[in-house]
């Protein structure tokens, strides 16, 4: 799905909130999913202005799960292990971005090349 805007956050949060109760999450694990999903949607609108979030269903030595695939055409990132750092922000805010959703989720992978954008990609495994 396209995100360019806070409308498609708030969007892009649902519908993982939505997958993950059809696949039978508890309702904390899909407001976790939904977190991470507002906080990769919401790096995208702030950084790269536009990008596409993409949801499927995860499945991984008979675990069921969500993946999440944030992907932006923006300006990348300088430093990825700086970014992911506890208490790192650029924006002002409090620091709680990227670390914040690898923390969320149980596989969290990023590739960064500036000028070229970046991707995200998450797991989330059913409990």
């Given at each position: 799905?396209?995100?360019?805007?806070?409308?498609?956050?708030?969007?892009?949060?649902?519908?993982?909130?939505?997958?993950?109760?059809?696949?039978?999450?508890?309702?904390t694990?899909?407001?976790?999913?939904?977190?991470?999903?507002?906080?990769?949607?919401?790096?995208?609108?702030?950084?790269?202005?536009h990008?596409?979030?993409?949801?499927?269903?995860?499945?991984?030595?008979?675990?069921?799960?969500?993946?999440?695939?944030?992907r932006?055409?923006?300006?990348?990132?300088?430093?990825?292990?700086?970014?992911?750092?506890?208490?790192?922000?650029?924006?002002?805010?409090?620091?709680?971005?990227l670390?914040?959703?690898?923390?969320?989720?149980?596989?969290?992978?990023?590739?960064?090349?500036?000028?070229?954008?970046?991707?995200?990609?998450?797991?989330?495994?059913?409990?």
């Amino acid at each position: 799905m396209p995100i360019a805007s806070h409308l498609d956050i708030v969007v892009a949060r649902e519908r993982g909130r939505i997958l993950a109760a059809q696949l039978g999450c508890s309702p904390t694990e899909a407001t976790l999913i939904a977190t991470a999903i507002s906080e990769l949607a919401r790096n995208i609108v702030l950084y790269a202005s536009h990008g596409e979030i993409g949801l499927t269903v995860a499945n991984g030595g008979g675990k069921l799960g969500i993946m999440v695939v944030a992907r932006d055409k923006g300006p990348g990132i300088a430093d990825v292990s700086r970014a992911v750092a506890d208490g790192y922000s650029t924006s002002g805010g409090l620091g709680i971005g990227l670390s914040g959703v690898r923390r969320l989720v149980d596989e969290f992978e990023i590739s960064s090349e500036l000028g070229k954008g970046t991707t995200v990609t998450i797991k989330r495994w059913k409990r």
